[in-house]
């Protein structure tokens, strides 16, 4: 049986239920997965309620007490799940359980060709009418288009049947915005220099004769050419790869006329801080009016980003830095990232930060170590596991909770847990 075979074998199941719990992750994955799920429920007339969460625990699993639906959750815990919980979840997991709709079980790979909205969509298209923009989004908010500069696998087909328009251009956000901005804030690539330096990105320009305040849509072909080949000079000289390097050209999601960049953004600036069911209401209103709010993010996590810088240290070659309670146990992961990239670092990073149930950990790593056979979710649900905490997510990009007070034996767990993957 193929995936979209089991896709529909688990429609039936829920379009038999009259009552269905959907649990999701507070990102713009879980939270565009959840949309598409309430939507179609609540066109086939079966009642629901959505819980936002951050991440699967113990207690949340043994609450659950009515069918449920978990989205973007649920792959690291399939052998405690059963009965009536249907799972559309893309994190790597080897295991199968008979109501898991798992990418990796079918070849697929659920880093790269589907999310967890993707998955939610397979299912959902099977008994309500919806197109996959929403899916898209999801997809993009998980960063599936980076590795390639573009979608693949069935976000490719799914694509297809969505009202996203396909562009080839730079794939630098903010095209609309003045270049000094779209320059200085891009983050995916950082240009070393530039980032978070708009004076900087205003000499640059100048200097290359192209009037600051326009915008990229603006430019001629003739002075995007000129944009696009001193960012890459800058890039080569700073010893980026190839790869990375043609990266920045490609395929960009435009729906409405608008960056689907712009529509993950916004879902992961309200749903991380807290306001996950107003995400939702947005993905099934379809209304992504958010300027505030997205300009509030961005403060935060430039002022977050600078806090990291200042509480930065190394253990054995690995940073990290301590978020306290200054630093949103939901955010602190894309601060890591971001800081990752801005200072170069050759190293995976690690971020911690308190939260309720004790210490929010982190980590991210540049992707050439992910090429060379790291695996941060394995690394770091083992690190935790170990302290009796949990832990998961991406080879690039993964979190875990540990008790409170374990961070330094946390550092040392995770360090020889690398170390082995790598054969250091
Ligand atoms: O929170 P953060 O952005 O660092 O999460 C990175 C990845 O790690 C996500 O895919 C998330 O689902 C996963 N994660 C996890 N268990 C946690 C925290 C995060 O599996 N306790």
Not at 122 to 130: D, Q
Request: hydrophobic content about 40%; overall charge positive.
């Amino acid at each position: 049986m193929g995936i979209k075979e089991k896709a529909k074998e688990l429609a039936g199941i829920i379009e038999k239920q009259e009552e269905i719990s959907i649990v999701t992750h507070c990102d713009a994955d879980g939270i565009a997965g959840a949309a598409i799920a309430k939507k179609a429920l609540d066109e086939i007339g079966i009642k629901n309620d959505v819980k936002i969460v951050k991440y699967l625990s113990k207690k949340i699993l043994q609450s659950l007490n009515k069918f449920t639906w978990l989205i973007d959750l649920g792959n690291g815990e399939l052998s405690n799940i059963n009965g009536n919980v249907i799972v559309t979840d893309h994190h790597y997991s080897k295991e199968q359980y008979e109501k898991a709709l798992n990418p990796f079980y079918y070849g697929i790979d659920g880093e790269l060709e589907i999310s967890a909205a993707g998955l939610s969509y397979l299912i959902a298209s099977n008994f309500a009418t919806m197109d996959g923009s929403l899916a898209i989004i999801g997809a993009i908010g998980d960063l599936q288009d980076i590795k390639f500069g573009k979608l693949v696998g069935i976000n490719r087909e799914i694509l297809k049947n969505s009202r996203i328009e396909i562009k080839e251009d730079i794939r630098i956000y903010g095209r609309e915005k003045p270049l000094y901005k779209m320059l200085a804030y891009s983050s995916n690539p950082i240009i070393p220099g530039i980032f978070e330096r708009t004076k900087n990105a205003i000499g640059f320009l100048k200097r290359i004769g192209i009037n600051y305040n326009k915008s990229w849509k603006e430019c001629s072909k003739k002075e995007k050419k000129k944009i696009l080949s001193e960012i890459i000079k800058i890039l080569i000289k700073k010893g980026f790869s190839y790869g990375y390097i043609t990266r920045i050209f490609g395929e960009v999601y435009e729906m409405d006329g608008k960056d689907v960049r712009e529509y993950a953004t916004i879902l992961n600036s309200i749903a991380k801080y807290g306001h996950g069911e107003e995400a939702i209401k947005m993905c099934i209103e379809e209304k992504f009016a958010a300027d505030v709010l997205l300009e509030r993010h961005r403060k935060k996590i430039c002022s977050y980003i600078e806090f990291a810088k200042r509480k930065l240290e190394e253990y054995r070659g690995i940073y990290y830095f301590h978020g306290g309670n200054y630093i949103l146990d939901t955010v602190v992961g894309t601060v890591a990232g971001m800081l990752l990239r801005q200072e170069e670092i050759p190293s995976p990073m690690i971020a911690f930060a308190e939260n309720k149930e004790g210490i929010k950990v982190s980590a991210r790593a540049p992707y050439i170590l992910v090429e060379k056979g790291l695996n941060l979710s394995m690394a770091i649900k083992n690190a935790a596991k170990e302290l009796g905490g949990s832990g998961g997510g991406h080879r690039a990009a993964a979190g875990a909770v540990i008790p409170k007070g374990m961070e330094e034996r946390f550092l040392q767990l995770f360090d020889a847990e690398i170390r082995n993957q790598l054969s250091l």
